[in-house]
Structures are given as structure tokens and as C-alpha cells.
T-cell receptor, first 116, second 115 residues
Framework: AQTVTQSQPEMSVQEAETVTLSCTYD???????LFWYKQPPSRQMILVIR??????QNATENRFSVNFQKAAKSFSLKISDSQLGDTAMYFC?????????????FGQGTRLTINP | DTGVSQDPRHKITKRGQNVTFRCDPI?????LYWYRQTLGQGPEFLTY????????KSRLLSDRFSAERPKGSFSTLEIQRTEQGDSAMYLC?????????????FGQGTRLTVV
């Protein structure tokens, strides 16, 4: 079974700073997907960024980028120029593609606070 | 609004009572998922449907839990004889069958408190 571990329960940075959230996972699969989801307070979870394991290039979405180290089974999220609206719980998630089903295995989450 | 909708948003029930939650997915999505999220933890997969067929159930889904998606549109999750350990946020998500990298869209969840 796959497991996802986020070792930082909470993080706090000042607005405009760069912050990196850590995630490690364990799997014997070679083909899989990794995700970072954001869950703002009292709002629904939304996808931040996605990485396919077969792609060597790290995914980037505007201020969000990942550092994907397949051999180390590490998948960190970097948020540049952090904004107050980035305050949320962040979840790392693993998916083994089975006919496209989004059966996700989530980590415990990191609570990120951006301070003004 | 074309997002995933869940009802009710909050439910408080006494131990031993039955509760039912509803999820309305994004209209063109044929896959629907239920997850459970306890305080301080990430969501855990419970079950998913493709159209009206329930394709997988987690071991977390005890006999007291049942999920349906009768016409391949909305889904219900029923918990019978609720226990305090059932207190959690129940999340629904939907996606489109097809491309592997299709995104799952989540609802705001139903928070269940069993007293």
C-alpha cells in the first residue's frame, strides 16, 4: 500500500517570502501521479499542482513549483512571493492510475500561515 | 454554480441514529468519490462510482455505511447506528472518466458530529 508523509504539521512565513513544504511517499509503482491540494479554511479543496512520475521536468504553475525527486520519493512544493490568500492546509497526495480513477492517498497535511 | 455541492454542510446527531448525506457532482462528470477527513488528518478514500456502478469500497467502509448513486447523477452516503468515531468531515469529489490526468473537484464537505 502507498503511504504519504508530510513531516511539517505547521509553517508560518511573512508575506512575499518563499516557503517550501515537504512530502515523501512510499510506493513500489513506477507509474503514478503526485498532487498538491490546498484547503482554505471552511472552503473546498482545490488542486494546486500535479506531477506525472514519468516526466523528469518539475511542474510549475505561476508562483507554485515542485521539486520531484523520484529516486528519493520526495515531492516538495515551493511557493514563491507568498500571499495572504495562500494561507490554508496543504495536502500532498499520491495516485496510482487505474483507468483514470482519482483514488487519492493523502498525507496528514501542513497548515501554512502567511503573515502580513 | 457548476461546482460539487454537498448537503447538509453540518449535521449533529445522537449516537445510534441514522444519517444520510447528499452529493451533487459537476453535471458532466461520470465519476464520483467519497472521502472521510478526521480532525488534523488528510482525507481517506471511502468509495467511488462510475456512473451508477460502485467500483471500489475501502475497508474503512464498515457494514453500517452504504453509498448509492442510483441514476448516475447525485449520490447519497448513509451511516446507520452512528458511533462517536464516525464524527468527521465527509468529502465528495467528482471527475471525468477518460484522460488519466483528469482533475478531481471537491465539494465543501459535510461535517458530522455524533454526540
Amino acid at each position: 500500500a502507498q503511504t504519504v508523509t508530510q513531516s511539517q504539521p505547521e509553517m508560518s512565513v511573512q508575506e512575499a517570502e518563499t516557503v517550501t513544504l515537504s512530502c515523501t511517499y512510499d510506493t513500489s509503482e513506477s507509474n503514478y501521479y503526485l498532487f498538491w491540494y490546498k484547503q482554505p479554511p471552511s472552503r473546498q479543496m482545490i488542486l494546486v499542482i500535479r506531477q506525472e512520475a514519468y516526466k523528469q521536468q518539475n511542474a510549475t504553475e505561476n508562483r507554485f513549483s515542485v521539486n520531484f525527486q523520484k529516486a528519493a520519493k520526495s515531492f516538495s512544493l515551493k511557493i514563491s512571493d507568498s500571499q495572504l490568500g495562500d494561507t490554508a492546509m496543504y495536502f500532498c497526495a499520491f495516485m496510482k492510475p487505474i483507468q483514470g480513477a482519482q483514488k487519492l492517498v493523502f498525507g496528514q497535511g501542513t497548515r501554512l500561515t502567511i503573515n502580513p | 454554480d457548476t461546482g460539487v455541492s454537498q448537503d447538509p454542510r453540518h449535521k449533529i446527531t445522537k449516537r445510534g441514529q441514522n444519517v444520510t448525506f447528499r452529493c451533487d457532482p459537476i453535471s458532466e462528470h461520470n465519476r464520483l468519490y467519497w472521502y472521510r477527513q478526521t480532525l488534523g488528518q488528510g482525507p481517506e478514500f471511502l468509495t467511488y462510482f462510475q456512473n451508477e456502478a460502485q467500483l471500489e469500497k475501502s475497508r474503512l467502509l464498515s457494514d453500517r455505511f452504504s453509498a448509492e448513486r442510483p441514476k448516475g447523477s447525485f449520490s447519497t452516503l448513509e451511516i446507520q447506528r452512528t458511533e462517536q468515531g464516525d464524527s468527521a468531515m465527509y468529502l465528495c469529489a467528482s471527475s471525468n472518466y477518460g484522460a488519466i490526468d483528469t482533475e478531481a473537484f471537491f465539494g465543501q464537505g459535510t461535517r458530522l458530529t455524533v454526540v
